[in-house]
């Protein structure tokens, strides 16, 4: 796993980790080189935009097969706050889960928002209620509902939104100066500086890693992923990383 550090301009100096894809370590990864790695950035923040756990509504996220994603968290919240929103493999929060994660001192943002000095920190639940795993027709006008509020709150916004493709059809031209996603993996293939797939996008998708701009200087930054949700699948030039967002001041 590597760190990319990537440059914006906000109201820094803030130093933001964007850890998405966690997917409780599918491939073995020690979680304490994970966390020493995340200390090592020294963020002030740390954004989860989804898939840290693989369960339904009926498994706590405290069972075995989730208990390399909590340790990791409780870890990540001692070293700088944790925002974390739902992705698809996480299906939602029921309530125990939330508590659960509430006690290893991570808020969770199911489309909530919350002030944090000068930034107002959002989280879409773009899964929809528990055990859903994308959002429907339906879901669309509650998600732009509460979209609209959030862009209303006075602040710098940064919004977590698991799923890249959601944001030009969801997020952007809203005003929403920040937007952090996960869930393409990076293309999973990289040739060229281009990823090859990635799901809800398909064959050489748009949306893969790095910062894509709009025209009303809205950022999405797309984070590869920490861990490879596809064991039968490998990743090919095309590391897992947690990345890392410098705001600087504008000029």
């Known amino acids: 796993m590597k760190t990319r550090t990537l440059t914006l301009s906000g109201p820094g100096p803030l130093r933001l980790a964007v850890c998405a894809d966690f997917h409780s370590a599918y491939r073995p990864m020690p979680v304490e080189k994970a966390i020493a790695r995340l200390g090592d950035v ?7 935009p989804g898939d840290f756990f693989n369960y339904s509504d009926e498994i706590a996220v405290d069972d075995f097969s989730n208990r390399n994603a909590l ?12 925002y974390y929103s739902t992705g698809n493999h996480d299906r939602g929060l029921s309530p125990e889960n939330r ?10 943002l199911l489309n909530e928002f919350v002030h944090v000095g000068a930034l107002v920190i959002g989280g879409l639940s773009s899964t929809g209620p528990v055990g859903r795993h994308r959002l429907r027709p339906e879901d669309l006008p509650d998600c732009g509902t509460f979209l609209d509020d959030f862009a209303r709150e006075p602040g710098f916004h940064i919004l977590l939104c698991h799923h890249p493709e959601y944001w030009e059809p969801l997020v952007r031209d809203r005003g929403i100066e ?11 293939w990289r040739l060229f ?6 799901p809800g996008q398909g064959l050489f998708p748009r949306y893969t890693s790095g910062l894509y701009a709009s ?27 947690i990345l890392v967002l410098e705001i600087v001041p504008e000029a």
């Open 42 to 48: 020294r963020p002030d923040l740390i954004l989860g």
């Open 71 to 82: 340790a990791f968290l409780r870890g990540a919240a001692a070293i700088a706050p944790v």
């Open 99 to 108: 508590r659960i994660l509430e006690d290893a001192g991570v808020h969770p």
């Open 178 to 188: 920040l937007t952090a996603a996960g869930h393409a993996h990076g293309g999973q």
């Open 193 to 198: 500086g281009r990823g090859i797939y990635a």
């Open 215 to 241: 025209g009303s200087s809205e950022i999405l930054a797309v984070s590869r992923g920490m861990t490879n949700s596809m064991p039968l699948i490998p990743r090919f030039f095309n590391p897992t990383e």
